[in-house]
């Protein structure tokens, strides 16, 4: 047998041996339910109730009229307007109270502050990743201009909408007894307008950003050896990686096209309550919201990290477009290597850069 | 000290919606805002009851828990009021509370909110007692004048009760007591708790 035979053998193997887990999976949910179906002839839980209040003890229509009314049901009113509802009482309010009062902003407030420290953490003790053969003094481009206008266009709106949200989840606790009751409610109403019409201008740019990099983000064999190394950041080894690394992948895939959907649509339509949106719905909504906001936010400190202070090289990239060509081959050298087969050539760095090592206008090794 | 409670009673509440009339009237509420409004179950049907339902002036206050530039406060008479100059109209209080009493003055374009506008049980606001600012901002102060809210005031059948609590539920267990049934305390769990 050949080497590819034995491969193709393996392959098929593996995947008939995907199939019949999926199978198993299905089954394991499937019989028991067609079994319960089967005896119950799919309706025995109507047919119980009905056994239990039947004509002989029905309900006293008094007690069932408050029993509906507690249970939120709507009634008849005169009064119209966008904010009068027919209901006697609104139970989602009390929920909606005790999440966002309780879990939310604390365990919010905690994974804010937990990413926080241990970004400073892996500062102090990672340090930054310096260039392991210092500067070449050679650059080659890396982002094109319209994607570095895309990115900088999100970052600004995402850190104006990080910081108005934040406002309006933590201003309470955190700023008010800083600033006063005036002075921030002052604030907030600046704040809630931003929000209200950057938001959906942030969207639109998530949305330009998926297309414009979801087929350099496809995930490959190579992103996995990229983490088995610890992306460079822990341990000695550069692991390779193409245009995009294996974490850069995982922040596009579950920052920007998870977080960014998410965060998009429960914010459209929070702010715009026209589609007939009850008061359980907002409150679900903003609970989303905030839950993803504040996932993302914590997610975007790894982020700014790891293109800032974090990597020796790597802002450059998104501010002047080029990099230089040995931090090219030292963090993304896959992409470097289809690059100079491409026949792009790298030029003379413009500048000198302060403290380059490499001797100008040669590549170091 | 009072503790300003709302009660109705359902059992001789006829929807003459005299108490929403009356608040428009002397509030002067403007369009599509309504403080006060009467809410009929099983309309047209036998058990047919009518409430009418507002702010209840909560003991612990949903509204004043979630607003993110902390405006309610409560007054020493225990009714729930809030300042206007400082809400930003982000319609949390509506979400929160239970018996649907935040109104909001503007829905223009986008469904952005004016600030919020709820019933003050006749209490009118922060600003000075029977001040300009604080009749175009809250309605009319009959608080300070010695006055009950004016739709318990108006109520034909005194089917809405408004005052101390503890005078409130003294007149309704008399009621009780002579009508025979059970008690009805419609929102007194929600809004009072236990006390």
């Known amino acids: 047998m050949s080497d590819s035979n034995v491969s193709k053998a393996r392959q098929r193997r593996r995947r008939s041996m995907l199939w019949s887990l999926a199978l198993i999976l299905v089954l394991s949910i499937a019989l028991p339910l067609g079994y319960a179906l089967a005896q119950s002839g799919g309706q025995g839980v109507q047919q119980q109730q009905q056994q239990r209040f039947g004509q002989d003890r029905a309900t006293n229509p008094r007690s069932d009229m408050w029993r509906e009314a507690r249970e939120g049901q709507g009634g008849f009113t005169t009064q119209t307007g966008p904010y009068v509802t027919n209901t ?9 109270r005790q999440f966002r009062m309780g879990p939310l902003i604390t365990y919010g407030g905690y994974l804010l502050i937990g990413a926080l420290a241990l970004v400073a953490l892996v500062f102090t003790f990672v340090g930054r990743i310096k260039l392991a053969h210092g500067r070449a003094g050679m650059t080659i481009e890396r982002w094109k201009p319209f994607e570095r206008y895309l ?3 999100t970052a600004t709106t995402f850190i104006v909408l990080a910081i108005t949200g934040l406002s309006l989840l933590f201003g309470r606790t955190v700023l008010i007894p800083v600033m006063g009751h005036q002075a921030f409610a002052a604030w907030a109403d600046i704040g809630k307008v931003v929000h209200n019409y950057v938001g959906p201008a942030f969207s639109v740019a998530v949305l330009l950003m998926i297309l414009m990099w979801v087929r350099h983000n496809m995930p490959k064999a ?8 610890g992306g460079g950041i822990f341990g000695k080894s550069h692991p390779s990686a193409g245009k995009f690394n294996g974490g850069e992948k995982v922040w596009f895939w579950v920052g920007i096209v998870v977080f960014g959907i998410m965060v998009s649509v429960s914010g459209f339509l929070l702010n715009f309550p026209l589609f007939g949106q009850t008061r359980a719905d907002m409150a679900l909504y903003q609970a989303i919201h905030a839950i993803t906001s504040l996932l993302w936010i914590a997610f975007f400190f790894g982020h700014a990290y790891i293109g800032t202070l974090g990597t020796e090289g790597a ?15 030292q963090h993304h050298d896959l992409w470097y290597e289809d690059e100079i087969a491409k026949g792009v050539k790298p030029q003379q760095a413009e500048a000198p850069a302060t403290g380059s090592v490499g001797t100008v206008g040669q590549p170091s090794h | 000290m009072a503790r300003m409670k709302f009660l109705c009673d359902a059992e001789r509440c006829i929807e003459c919606q005299a108490c929403v009339t009356a608040c428009k009237s002397e509030h002067e509420v403007p369009w599509g805002v309504n403080r006060r409004r009467v809410i009929v179950m099983d309309d047209g049907l036998p058990g047919e009851k009518s409430v009418s339902v507002a702010c209840m002036h909560c003991s612990d206050a949903p509204c004043a828990a979630v607003c ?3 405006c309610f406060y409560t007054t020493a008479d225990g009714i729930v009021l809030h300042d206007k100059d400082l809400c930003i109209g982000c ?3 509506f979400y929160a509370c239970p018996f649907g009493a935040p109104q909001y003055p503007q829905q223009s374009a986008f469904g952005v909110r004016g600030k919020m506008d709820k019933c003050t049980f ?6 000075t007692a029977h001040s300009e600012a604080e009749y175009v901002k809250y309605g009319a102060n009959r608080i300070a004048e010695g006055k009950l809210p004016l739709c318990a005031e108006m109520c034909s059948t005194k ?5 101390d609590g503890d005078v409130v539920s003294d007149i309704y267990r008399q009621r009780v007591m002579r009508r025979g049934g059970r008690p009805q305390t419609w929102g007194w769990q929600a809004a009072y708790g236990n006390a």
Do not use: Q
């Open chain 1, 88 to 96: 006697m009482i609104s139970n989602v309010g009390e929920t909606w």
């Open chain 1, 151 to 153: 990115h900088w266009f």
């Open chain 1, 222 to 229: 190579v992103d996995l050896k990229w983490f088995a190394a």
């Open chain 1, 315 to 329: 802002l450059e990239g998104m501010t002047t477009g080029r990099v230089d060509v040995n931090w090219a081959k």
């Open chain 2, 68 to 70: 993110p530039v902390d």
């Open chain 2, 91 to 93: 319609g949390y209080c």
């Open chain 2, 122 to 127: 006749c209490a009118g606001g922060p600003e």
């Open chain 2, 159 to 163: 089917a809405l009760l408004a005052g």
